[in-house]
């Protein structure tokens, strides 16, 4: 069985038969030319595949497929057609890219041996845009039946999208930034260097790597199997793909690794994406550090300004580390701690048993604290001299998308030049994970390296159940329920107050919660305050098992901290249906999300809780009133009622 995985060719011992051959040269060779991994955009429809392929024992056949993203281990090749009878030094094929998203094209040459080889082409489909802004589908059906689970958009679907820092992994490959930066250190200031001009362009992955996501893209579908999760590239949101033809964001939630490096243009989406309402969850540190302009001809990226350097096609000299400092502590929210990675970070809070690697610091005040990591960072290696080769490397990057660099030309002394203490002073910065509202979207930041936690199973649970909830779930707001004194009901929006002053909004009240549920929504709560029942009234599109996952502000609702043991049970009473039930929870520093199981036939959901806070106000934000709910201690019962 062939296995495609990214950049990942393999065969099994049963396909690979005569291509076990040590001599490599007699296999055929076959190679995509058009559409070429740099391609910009495609449309859904039907898309022309030209290659060619050649053997020095001819060629029998050139068949090809294209697959969305997750891959589903299916095989449909069609039949190519040569340039001419028995011709295959050129040949094409039509293929229906019939969903949106991230597609590998698969051409497969056989020859008069039985010999087989592959080439692969990824590339981003989108969806045209209508006049009335509805994404138009494929008639065709060529590919139906081997569709992926990335389907076209509608009104319901969530659309969330991981972008593949392609940039970045150019920027680490081999004769590419790094060598210079390790070659010209030394380099005084003000000084002009013109030589090596050539390593300040680097060529992009003909087949980026996505393994290291590929635990969070699982999550992703297991917590949100109706929604449409895309991968794309930088090169996608350099050319536009976090925009509509109408205007509006085309993905709810972005999840972004390691983007180091961006194009003005990618950064400017960026940001704009947030302004206009979507959320990026930045699972990683050290993102959008340094600048680069983009060329699709030749498929490469060319170092601006960032990172200590910066190059104007004519000399490189040195310059800032961090190129957009101040904007990303405006909309970001953090900075990237510059410091020699060898240097420890104590963690005096460490719920995922995270291992220091790289860490941004929260440096706007607005950031909602969820997880304070109580950080100490060390700055002890000075000027030593960095560890070098790949056995070094390997205890710099344990896993993650710099691991394709071991080998690669001592590549361990780049990455320990790259983070060398700077004069800026380390001491009293807070490592945090966090949220941020800017415009009307918001960013959810990790600060730890998240992508070294996705076989974490603490992480990955925070992250489905607080982080994807607060991403892409139904946010909703305490207010006064009309004629009724005694009850207060949550309505959707969040409590968010506008601050003309820097675009922002004031979320730190605890008066929002989030829910998320496979089946419906929550389309009603209302609290009881005489008899502190809160009551969550479920709006049912499917009879079906599911599971309710609320994230409650422990302005709201709190427990006491979970003994050494971890059980919680003894805090909260879960009842279904007058029977008692199981339940799970996760927590950060100021919410708590209960995960509850809801059979097809529940209409009530009971949760007693130990205590809320006694007093607090509630700002009205729809009607700009303020309401004040007091003398809530003890005994909460979260009712949930399921309409029929």
Not at 68 to 74: I, R, W
Not at 515 to 522: A, D, E, I, R, Y
Request: with cysteine.
């Amino acid at each position: 069985m062939l296995l495609v995985f990214g950049s990942v060719l393999t065969t099994s011992s049963a396909q690979a038969g005569d291509n076990n051959d040590k001599n490599e040269s007699l296999l055929p060779t076959v190679q995509i030319i058009e559409p070429s991994y740099c391609t910009s955009k495609v449309s859904v429809g039907e898309i022309l595949v030209q290659g060619n392929a050649n053997g020095s024992n001819g060629i029998s056949k050139v068949e090809a497929f294209a697959h969305g993203y997750p891959f589903k281990e299916e095989y449909p090749f069609l039949l190519a057609e040569p340039v001419s009878p028995g011709n295959w030094s050129s040949w094409s094929i039509t293929l229906d890219l019939f969903s949106t998203g991230s597609h590998s094209i698969l051409a497969k040459v056989t020859d008069n041996s039985g010999r087989e080889n592959w080439d692969e082409v990824t590339l981003n489909v989108v969806a045209p845009v209508n006049s009335t802004g509805q994404t138009q589908e494929s008639n065709s059906s060529q590919q139906d039946k081997m569709n992926s689970s990335i389907l076209p958009s509608s009104p319901a679907k969530k659309r969330i999208a991981l972008v593949n820092p392609t940039f970045t992994q150019a920027a680490y490959t081999k004769d590419g930034f790094y060598d210079f930066y390790f070659k010209y250190n030394d380099v005084p200031e003000r000084v002009n260097v013109t030589t090596d001009l050539n390593f300040m362009t680097a060529q992009l992955p003909e087949q980026p790597d996505r393994k290291y996501f590929a635990p969070i893209v699982e999550r992703l579908i297991d917590s949100y199997p109706d929604a449409e999760i895309s991968i794309i590239r930088d090169q996608d949101v350099h050319n536009g793909a976090l925009v509509r033809e109408d205007g509006s964001n085309a993905y709810d939630a972005l999840l972004l690794f390691h983007s180091e490096y961006v194009t003005q243009k990618a950064y400017d989406s960026f940001k704009n994406f947030v302004k206009n309402g979507g959320t990026i969850i930045f699972l990683d540190p050290n993102i959008l550090y340094a600048e680069v302009t983009y060329d699709e001809d030749t498929c490469s990226v060319t170092l601006v300004k960032g990172h200590d350097w910066e190059y104007d096609g004519k000399a490189v000299r040195k310059s800032v580390a961090e190129r957009y400092f101040e904007e990303n502590k405006e909309w970001i929210g953090s900075n990237f701690v510059v410091r020699d990675i060898r240097d420890p970070v104590i963690f005096g809070y460490n719920p995922f048993n995270y291992t220091h690697f790289e860490e941004n610091y929260v440096s706007n005040p607005g950031a909602k604290i969820l997880i304070d990591y109580n950080a100490t960072i060390v700055d002890i290696t000075g000027g030593e001299s960095p560890p070098t080769g790949s056995d070094a490397l390997s205890l710099l990057v344990p896993r993650g998308i710099l691991s394709n660099l071991l080998g690669q030309n001592n590549q361990g002394e780049h990455l320990a030049e790259e983070h060398k203490t700077d004069a800026e002073n380390n001491e009293n910065k807070r490592i945090a994970t966090y949220e941020l509202q800017y415009g009307k979207g918001k960013v959810l930041m990790m600060g730890i390296f998240g992508q070294h936690l996705v076989n974490n199973t603490s992480f990955l649970n925070f992250f489905d159940n607080i982080m994807l909830t607060k991403a892409i779930g139904i946010p909703r707001q305490i207010v006064k329920e009309e004629n009724n004194d005694n009850n207060t009901a949550f309505t959707l929006g969040t409590a968010n107050k506008a601050n003309p002053e820097n675009n922002t909004y004031d979320n730190n009240n605890g008066t929002t919660f989030y829910s998320k549920m496979n089946s419906g929504t929550v389309d009603k709560a209302i609290i009881d305050t005489q008899s502190k029942i809160l009551k969550i009234t479920l709006a049912r599109a499917k009879s079906v098992p599911d599971s309710l996952v609320v994230v409650l502000p422990k302005l709201l609702i709190d427990v006491p901290t979970p003994n050494s043991n971890g059980k919680t049970n003894a805090n909260f009473t879960v009842m279904l249906d007058g029977s008692l039930s199981t339940y799970n929870r996760v927590s950060d520093g100021i919410e708590t999300a209960l995960i509850i199981p809801i059979s097809p036939g529940s209409k009530v959901v009971e949760i007693s809780g130990t205590h809320v806070m006694p007093e607090f106000s509630f700002l009205q934000a729809n009607l700009g009133a303020t309401l004040i709910i007091g003398a809530i201690i003890f005994g909460l019962r979260i009712i949930s009622r399921v309409a029929k």
